[in-house]
């Protein structure tokens, strides 16, 4: 069956290669993606906003990204060679007649100071990336980064708690001086101009804010085979994805086998109604690979992509695999003024669910959001406004091998659930000068020592504190107030190389309080995001 599967895909895609359709991936960062708010969020075309990442050569955005990727352009090309290098063009760049290869060195060198134990923080980061296509319908991109760093006391103790790097991987972690290695891999065919197929190991991310509370980059990099598929005014989206937990309880004492892993079989559909509306709905199911009872694997039941999974997962009177459902609505209320939001419901008893109890099992997610660009009618001042909360025990399951997260990290909110954030993000871009600012407050419910209140979602739910009586932000209250800012000056466009100045205050408090301030500096590159606003 796995043959015929893969001979099908690849017959229906041979079949109907007749014209080129967009198929060069941008790496998702929403510091560069906000830049392209004006041609996504366009009342006079239909973009299908929440599916990222995007393609360069997408006929909506390539005039944007060409413009974006030639700033500061010598059109008399009268600069050195070195200057051309560091300014404006890849280190390497290879042109034949039908194919183009590029390569870059990206570092990420900052110092930094934080000021409440008088520690001086640094990162040391060597990195590349090479990428390109041959002919019109074959791209492929690929970074790696070899990285030592010593962090501010938050994310040190979150480091030394789930045993990753925040948005990385795991590694050399057990010292103050934190060791590891960062690869990114993808390969896009896009056979007509209906299909798109791309092999991965990377993130992807479903909706139209700063975060979501479907599927967003806030884990390590995994394996997925994703599968777009377009018509008309609709997008239809597949991932297959394989993913690690290293925290989940070894099976066996042979080291051959590594960390536990698990699947995920996760569609959506993004119908564009209007100019103006656009509505997605999201359904994922996760499983493990391995149980004590023995080998699982990957479950074809799951391949069919116009089937409910539901239905195929509730036909399993003994399922282990856990589903979730969801909902992405965007509506464009103005020319350049966007409100979206996401509803993600992760299990559901309807006569509980309006008895107003707090059932534990009614377990879902909310986001609403403003977002838009040139604000005050200032070109270049993006903003966003966005509301986000998820109630106890979402995203978790009674085996944490099935929940929904990746290498110790969840897949949707970094905060995990049992809680409310409000945040706001803004950004200005002057020639090569970006400004950027955020302030963010939330409020959660921690566990005290040997209880769950909801908050962790690698705890078993079968844990609970209690069926009834549940409400977000249960435990100990805690409130977190952040805010981040951030002036770079672009030195080359063509892979996000950057002069950045930034500063940090943070403030948690329950019972005590941990206070951050953190100013860094340094060179910087590439275009990922490195979740710290947790």
Known sequence: MKHYFWIGVLVFGCFNATAQTPNVNIPYSYQFYQKLNKSVYDINNRSHSSIKGFYSDDSLLVHRFEGLMQMGTDSLNKRSWVRRKITEEHLFNFKGEDYEVYADFLPDFQIGREFEDSKTTWLNTRGFQVGGKVGKQFSFYMNGFENQGVFANYV???????????????????????????????????????????????????????????????????????????????????????????????????????????????????????????????????????????????????????????????????????????????????????LYGQFMIDEFTAKEFFGNKGYWANKWALQIGLRGSDLFKVEGLNYLAEFNTARPYTYAHFDRVSNYAAMNQPLAHPLGANFREVLGLMNYTYKRFDFQGQLMYARYGLDPEGQNYGKNIFLPYETRVSNYGNNIGQGIKTNLYFAEGRVSYLLNPKYNLRLELGGVYRRESNITTKNTGLITFGLRSTFRNLYQDF
């Not at 394996?223 to 609709?234: D, M, P, T, Y």
């Not at 116009?306 to 965007?330: C, H, Q």
């Open 156 to 338: 040190n103790d979150y480091i030394n708690t789930n045993q990753v790097v925040p948005s990385q991987m795991t590694g050399k972690l057990g010292k103050n001086t934190k060791d590891w290695s960062y690869v990114t891999a993808l390969l896009s065919y896009t056979p007509n101009k209906h299909l798109n197929i791309a092999l991965g190991y990377d993130k992807n991310f479903i909706g139209d804010g700063y975060r979501s509370m479907l599927l967003s980059d806030v884990a390590a990099n995994y394996s997925f085979l994703r599968v777009r598929a377009s018509l008309g005014n609709v997008q239809y989206q597949t991932i297959f994805g394989y993913m690690l937990d290293p925290g989940a309880p070894k099976l066996t004492n042979d080291r051959r086998l590594g960390d536990r892993g698990k699947w995920a079989a996760m569609h959506y559909l993004d119908w564009n109604v209007t100019n103006r509306l656009s509505l997605g709905f999201f359904q994922a199911v996760t499983w493990a690979d391995a149980e004590v009872e023995g080998k699982r694997g990957f479950d074809f039941n799951y391949v069919h992509p116009f089937i409910f999974l539901r239905s195929v997962e509730g036909a399993n009177t003994s399922s282990p695999d856990k589903m979730r459902l969801g909902l992405n609505a965007k509506y464009e209320l103005l020319d350049k003024m966007t």
